[in-house]
Structure formats: C-alpha cells, structure tokens
C-alpha cells in the first residue's frame, strides 16, 4: 500500500494538462490563468490627485494663491500652473503641469473671489505620480495564476478583455451497487439510497467543473462495462463509487484492466478510502473510489479535487489550521492514517464530532473539517496540536 502523498506523487505524474481558451473577463473568475499578462500602458497613466483640493506648487504654499480653472476627473487640465497660481482638482483628475502638491480642499479658506490659501500646517504630496503602481510592459498577472476578483480588477485595468485560460476536464460521474435506490425513492428491503452520486456530483460542480452523471449501475459487469466505455468517451475523467474493492461483484477493476487503462494504484494507506482505484489511457482518466460515503467523500477532497485541477495546471494549496485540541482520543488501531471529521468550538479549540465509521456521512454535516491521525499514532492528549484541513 501506498501513502496518500505517494498517490498524489503519481496522480500528478501521470496528468495530461488540458489545453488552453479565451474566456470572457466576466466569466474568468475561478479559472487558471494560462499565459502571463503584461501591463499595455503605465498605471496610473498620468499624474493623478488622490484628493479633492488644489493642486499648486509646494513652494507657494504660505502664499495667496489664484485659482486658474477646475479640474474633474475624466478631463485633462488646460493651463499650467505657474508662481502664485494654484488649480481646484477633483479625486482622480490629471494634475496640470508645473503642480508638485495638491492640499485638500478641508486645509483651503477663500480669501477673495477665485483666491484660496492653505491654512493647514503641513501636507502630503497627494498625488498618485504616472507608472508608480505599475510601468508599460510589467508583468501584472502571472500565468497558473487562480483568478480571484482582485485578479480580474487587474486585467481590466490593463484592458486583458479576454484572457487565456486552461480548460476545466469535464468529469462523469458514476454509482455503482444493487442495493442503491434514488434519492426520491422509499428504500425496500435490503435498499438504501444512493448519497454517494449526488454528493461527487455537488463535490464537481464547487469548483465549476461540468459533470455529466450516469445515476446508478447495478452489478451487472456488462451494464457497467458499458457505462464506463460510454463515461470514457464523453468526459476527460470518470469517477465511480462503488465495485473497488475485493468482493465476488466488484467488478471495476477487472473492467478497467480489459479497456486497456494502466492501473497505478488500487489502495492508499489512509482511513477512510483504502481502496481507491486510479487508472489513465492517454489523456483520459479513471478514478475508482470506496462506495461507503465518507469515504468517498474524504477521497474526493484529499485526491480527485487536487488531482482534477492539477489537470488545469494549477497546484491546489493544502490549507491546514494548527489548533489545540478539546479533548483526548485513543484509537485501537493504528496502521493507517485516519480522517476524523471535528469542529471549532468557541474556545478556538478541536472537538471531534461523533463518528461511527465511514458509512456515518451524517457526522459530516455540521463538520467544521477534519483532521489526520498519523499511522503509528494511537493518542491525542488534550492540548495537543493538530491540524484542521477545513470544508
């Protein structure tokens, strides 16, 4: 068995990055950045006053100063400002040439018609000089960049209209079990639904993947042979839950080997989720996963999330919050690393949520994250670190 991190390792190695598409800048946001995006002018592009005031010369400051003209924003200035002269500015209007210093307008008392004086004791420049933000030609967004909305201020700033972006993998998702049922079916005997289905399906779509969704295949290894074959054709990854592991109608891995997929890995060191399938053909991908629902849950976030956007060339950030914990915990055993779901409480501390085993998907639902004990590692004493990955 292979540890989590050696499944990404390999995962990792074996992804075709997708190619590359314009998209609207108004609908790039979430998308990675293929290409580095230059500046095409300096920012600002002239010298700006950050304030409503009067833009003069700094040596004239202890003077009576004539007001020339008003200047708004959104118009250039006409005269230049010359000795004793000074010129009332609007926030984000062009400073007039011969201007070093703008004092605002609360630090200005009229002395006479069209005259002001500056009764403040000291001012800032207060002007935004051209290219101090950025200059023709600096690199202002980097390619593999994950665009946040300050992202997609910048390349509108700099008249990007259309950015190049990696394409997202379109993921098909499949259910495999006889005893599943639909969501908005009452279960028979020996029935229960399907959660797994729907949960990967709203697990995709978090991130903005399309997802095309089989339902449930029951175990019949032609009927799922055939869905897998028609998955394949349809979507660039294809998830199933269920049919992984080692029981007489667990039939994905033989279906898998028989489409001419190379199969990497089929377990992982970790609890839940131990038998995980990862196989690739080409550019396209299989990823088998448990089909008790926390597992499945759990290996979509510490696996197929990481490896589905490693498909569009981005390397998605573990985030992990060091935090002291509640309360105590032992476990028997101890030869995997085990996710156990936790939340916050108003202490700033962890205290494990009431979890029965990796069909118990209901302990996930007020689930802050969770948190990984170490194979080897039977005990956590109170007060002890530990770190949360959240949800």
């Given at each position: ?99 070093d ?24 420049t ?25 992202h ?27 005893e599943?049922?639909?969501?908005e ?20 779509i ?6 095309n ?11 799922i ?26 039939f ?117 994250g969770?948190?990984?004990?170490a ?6 004493m ?10």
């Open positions: 068995m292979i540890t989590l991190e050696q499944a990404l390792e390999i995962a990792f190695s074996k992804a075709h990055i997708m190619g590359t598409e314009t998209v609207n800048l108004m609908q790039s946001t979430g998308r990675i950045l293929s290409e580095d995006v230059l500046a095409d002018a300096d920012m600002p592009p002239f010298n700006k006053s950050a304030m409503d005031g009067y833009a003069c010369r700094r040596e004239d400051l202890e003077k009576e100063l004539s007001v020339i003209e008003l200047i708004p924003a959104g118009h250039s200035p006409i005269h230049p400002i010359n000795p004793g002269q000074c010129s009332k500015i609007m926030t984000g209007a062009q400073v007039p040439p011969g201007a210093t703008v004092f605002m307008v609360e630090f200005s008392q009229q002395t006479a018609p069209d005259k002001v004086r500056f009764i403040g004791k000291k001012t800032n207060n002007i935004c000089f051209q290219g101090e933000d950025l200059k023709k030609e600096d690199l202002v967004v980097s390619s593999e960049t994950f665009l946040k909305p300050q997609i201020a910048m390349l509108a700033s700099v008249g990007c209209v259309n950015p190049m972006v990696y394409k997202k993998p379109v993921v098909g998702i499949i259910s495999t079990g006889s599943l049922v639909g969501p079916e009452v279960p028979g005997p020996s029935k229960i639904r399907n959660s797994n289905g729907p949960q990967l399906y709203a697990q995709a978090s991130f903005g993947l399309k997802v969704y089989y339902g449930i295949i029951v175990d019949d290894e032609q009927l042979g055939q869905t897998i074959e028609q998955s394949i054709a349809q979507n660039d990854v294809t998830i199933l839950s269920g049919g992984v592991s080692v029981g007489d109608f667990d994905v891995p033989q279906i898998i080997h028989e489409l001419g997929f190379d199969i990497h890995f089929n377990k992982i060191s970790i609890k839940p989720g131990q038998h995980t399938t990862f196989a690739t053909k080409g550019s396209k991908t299989i990823i088998g996963l448990p089909g008790n629902p926390v597992s499945s849950f759990i290996q979509f976030e510490v696996f197929a999330k990481p490896y589905l956007w490693r498909l569009m060339n981005y390397q998605l950030a573990e985030i992990r919050l060091p935090m002291p914990m509640n309360h105590g915990f032992t476990r028997k055993k101890s030869d995997r690393d085990e996710s156990l779901p936790v939340q916050i409480t108003d202490k700033n501390e962890v205290q494990l949520v009431a979890y029965h085993g990796s069909a118990h998907i209901h302990a996930y639902y007020k689930a802050f969770f948190i990984t004990v194979a080897g590692k039977t005990e956590l109170k007060g002890e670190t530990v770190h949360v990955r959240p949800l």
